[in-house]
């Protein structure tokens, strides 16, 4: 999950990767299902909290919760997320 740095305090205002949180960290192989669990739920929780995500985002998922607490089923889910293709992303919006 990117975030913003404070350009007041003289660092840059473009997003930056967060280095707790991000997808390559998530989908790490040596990651175990508890691990990602933890962190999927985290970054989740913490996401609201991030001024490098647009407000809608923080908005939506300012109560955002895990609703299931196993780590094959969180796999599985983020597995088919993971074999999205950017065509299979923009497809539905072809159709409105």
Partial sequence: M????????????????????????????????HEMLGLYAEGITKMPENPGIPLLFRDIFKNAYLPYRDPETLKAFLKIIDEFTYDQLRAPRRCL
């Fill in 2 to 33: 990117p975030s913003r740095r404070n350009s007041a305090a003289g660092a840059s205002s473009s997003p930056v990767p967060s280095p707790r949180y991000g997808w390559a960290k998530l989908m790490r192989s040596d990651l175990g299902g």
